[in-house]
């Protein structure tokens, strides 16, 4: 690598630095004052600190966004497969039934106890 293209790409390291702080610290005020214009007026809760706006961010983010597919959306892709594969079969004749959901009552109904279904 020449020293010219280490410095370029050390230029554009450092500006998503800045970008990723400055996005972080503008999401915090986001927070921060959706919660303190709403929760305390609609459920009587405290009003909350940048800091904890933060952490309450980071907080969803994990709990909500997950942490297995960090965002490249392998979980939606796998399930977009398998449901064009289930169509296809369906369109050429090969999934017997027409019905999308016969398959899975197919499935809950091989898994109940013999004499109940």
Not at 77 to 94: L, N
Request: proline residues 3%; charged residues 15%.
């Amino acid at each position: 690598m020449t020293g010219e293209r280490i410095v370029k790409i050390a230029g554009w390291v450092a500006v998503g630095l800045v970008a990723a702080t400055g996005i972080g610290l503008v999401l915090g005020l986001v927070v921060q004052a959706l919660w303190n214009w709403l929760m305390p007026d609609l459920f009587g809760l405290p009003e909350i600190t940048y800091w904890q706006a933060v952490g309450l961010f980071v907080l969803c983010h994990l709990l909500f966004k997950g942490h297995g597919d960090h965002g490249n959306g392998s979980h939606h892709t796998h399930h977009t497969h398998t449901i064009r594969e289930r169509v296809q079969r369906a369109v050429r004749g090969q999934g017997g039934s027409h019905d999308p959901d016969a398959e899975s009552r197919a499935d809950a109904g091989a898994s109940a106890a013999p004499g109940t279904a």
